[in-house]
């Protein structure tokens, strides 16, 4: 197939080996936040918080959380262009919805009238996937899973390279980049750049992906 969103999602592969040399310029950059802004989530209720590691400072400490665990992941944390932390509000609220339906009355997504019917009757959705202790975290980290894979669609079109690293350390990475969280919690990462030439073992391997037939059912 030649269309070029197979061709995008055939190049696409999991990096393994990062060229520190080379960094993503600013203008792709700049497409990569904005792709992830617009990224879909369910009631448009975009529960997440995006915290793009770029400078040597946060780069190092994003190499210190991995202190206690997956260390198969710590060179990417220098050696990648960027790092991404995918961060998901665990305890969602209605008046962190309401900042959501706020901005779409203000920016003419959505009529003033239906203010109160949006957010009472929307929000319920959020309401069935709530404990009582108001621990929704389950349901708000999967909204960023779909951040997730369109961020990665993106850097395909833009010919850069990334690892999905569900291998991080939640627990220390909350202490370490702790004001940025700001009580967010951080199960996966995605470090981004171009890989090392000769040392990426996986890059330009055959895509290998079960058959359509196996996975995929037309009624």
């Known amino acids: 197939m030649t269309h070029q969103i197979i061709k995008d999602l055939t190049s696409r592969y999991t990096a393994k080996k990062y060229d520190a040399t080379k960094r993503i310029s600013a203008e792709d950059m700049d497409v990569i936040k904005e792709a992830l802004r617009l990224s879909a989530s369910s009631i448009n209720s975009q529960p ?8 040597d400072a946060a780069k190092q400490r994003f190499h210190d959380s991995f202190a206690n665990m997956h260390q198969f992941n710590q060179p990417h944390a ?42 009472n009757g929307a929000f319920g959705f959020v309401e069935l996937n709530t404990d009582e202790a108001g621990y929704n975290g389950q349901w708000t980290k999967a909204q960023t899973y779909i951040a997730l894979g369109n961020t990665l669609h993106v850097l395909a079109r833009l010919g850069i390279a990334s690892t999905p690293m569900e291998g991080v350390d939640p627990e220390l990475l ?31 391997l055959p895509k290998s992906r079960l058959a359509q037939e196996e996975i995929i059912e037309v009624l």
């Open 48 to 55: 997440w918080k995006f915290i793009v590691i770029e400078s």
């Open 78 to 119: 220098k050696e990648a262009s960027h790092t991404i932390l995918f961060a998901h509000n665990p305890n969602y609220s209605k008046d962190d919805y309401r900042q959501v339906v706020d901005t779409e009355v203000s920016s003419g997504h959505l009529p003033a009238e239906m203010y109160d019917t949006m957010l």
């Open 174 to 204: 909350g202490e370490i980049f702790k004001d940025q969280l700001d009580g967010y919690v951080c199960d996966f990462a995605l470090a981004l750049g171009y890989h090392k030439e000769g040392e990426d073992y996986n890059y330009g």
